[in-house]
């Protein structure tokens, strides 16, 4: 009798406190339990009801029992109904429908449940620094996204960028697009730049180079590598304008295509390796090895010429390193057809041919000749009055041709 009073007195404790202590008289909330963590001889802690998956697969669970907790010792022989979530031993609780595991969310169950971050995600490091490692997010003030370490205290727009060190020392530069590992890594305030390549605007042997040039296109390893203040430059290849660090409007296609081009502005290079030890302005170099200097390694200024030459005598060079060997026939005075833009020239070095096809018959309008100098290669333009004329020779008998009184005349032997 005297042991069921006490336990009715106990309940009628807890119905009165509201809250339950163990080993303490002021329990601070529902339920608080205090250990002994000075007694070695006490093993502080809680232990759930310890249960095998199949056992609590055999129990259905409502939802007034959400917030249930087990510790499941080891998994169910059937993955699914409420324990399809047990998949290995721990802890877990039911959430009203399922049993879930207490773990951190996978990034596929937070975007599943509509939410979002408003921090990037970092992958190796925790702190916002230009130096840390990598990381994925959004700049919800710029519109600015990145995959790797975009300078995160950058106050200009729209940027994009893809790779370790692509944007790393952005600060005002609007709208710039940045793909591959060091890409535009020392751009602070140019704007609408697109770069795609390892080290595309980025030089490794002048590492703090600031690059403060607009609207430049640069896609291939080191690529427009020296570039700076130069604006308005497309270059398409490997190593492609690297030396181009202030010029501005050249356009080149081709790999190490205007390798020498420096501060030089409106050149075209089209093909692989034009314009070897040549810089200037204005020049339109056609054909791989087009336009290279007439040394093999002499650098030469030229200026508003035009080479369309393929050359021939080139032989691909499979490592990466190497480059080939320079052939003069493709040179900018030896190419196949050279030109002069501002002396308004155009030089062939070959035969011209014209298909006689495509050549229309001459009427009494026709009153022009062209002829030769066989001194310089000059051609030029002569009246045809001043040509002498020969009359057609009879068509039988034999007959000399003469001068008569100051006529031309077929004379009869």
């Known amino acids: 009798m005297k042991n069921w009073i006490y336990v009715l007195l106990c309940f ?37 009801p310890r249960i095998t998956g199949d056992q609590l697969a055999a129990k259905i669970y409502t939802t007034s029992k959400k917030g249930a907790i087990v510790f499941v010792n080891s998994p169910p022989s059937n993955l699914s109904g409420q324990v399809i979530n047990i998949t290995e031993t721990g802890l877990y609780y039911f959430d009203g429908t399922l049993w879930q595991p207490f773990e951190d969310d996978t990034l596929e169950a937070v975007v599943n449940r509509g939410n979002y971050s408003p921090k990037f995600i970092s992958f190796i490091g925790s702190t916002v620094t230009p130096s840390r490692d990598g990381a994925l997010g959004m700049n919800k003030n710029t519109y600015s996204m990145f995959f790797g370490n975009m300078n995160p205290n950058h106050t200009g727009t729209y940027n994009i960028s893809y790779g370790y060190g692509a944007l790393q020392n952005l600060t005002t530069g609007n709208s710039n697009t940045a793909i591959g590992a060091f890409s535009l890594k020392g751009l602070t305030i140019g704007d609408y730049n697109t770069f795609l390549g390892y080290a595309s605007g980025y030089d490794f042997l002048n590492p703090n180079k600031i ?159 062209l002829v030769y100098n066989p001194n310089d290669g000059e051609i ?16 039988t008998g034999n007959y000399i041709l003469k001068s008569i009184n100051g006529t031309i005349q077929w004379v009869l032997e």
Request: aromatic content about 6%; charged content about 10%.
């Open 211 to 369: 690059v403060t040039g607009s609207v430049n296109v640069g896609i291939g390893n080191s690529t427009l590598l020296s570039i700076t203040s130069g604006y308005k430059n497309s270059a398409l290849g490997q190593s492609v304008y690297k030396k181009l660090s202030t010029g501005s409007y050249n356009t080149a296609i081709g790999q190490n295509a205007g390798a020498f081009i420096t501060t030089e502005n409106k050149n075209v290079m089209l093909g692989a390796q034009t314009g070897a030890y040549v810089n200037g302005n204005n020049n339109v170099f056609i054909g791989t090895g087009a336009g290279h200097s007439n040394t093999v390694d002499v650098e030469e200024t030229v200026n508003n010429r035009l080479v369309i030459h393929g050359n021939s005598n080139l032989i691909p060079q499979t490592n990466i390193s190497a480059e080939n060997t320079v052939d003069l026939s493709a040179s900018w005075t030896n190419g196949l057809i050279i030109g002069d833009f501002a002396e308004r020239w155009i030089k062939f070095n070959g035969r011209f041919q014209i298909n006689p096809s495509h050549i229309s018959n001459s009427n009494v309008s026709y009153t022009k000749m």
């Open 12 to 48: 009628l404790t807890v119905s009165i406190q509201a809250q339950v202590g163990i080993n303490t008289q002021t329990p601070e909330a529902t339920l608080e339990v205090v250990g002994k963590p000075d007694d070695v001889n006490h093993f502080d802690g809680i232990i759930p």
């Open 380 to 395: 030029a333009a002569k009246n045809l009055s001043e040509i002498i004329s020969v009359p057609q020779p009879p068509t």
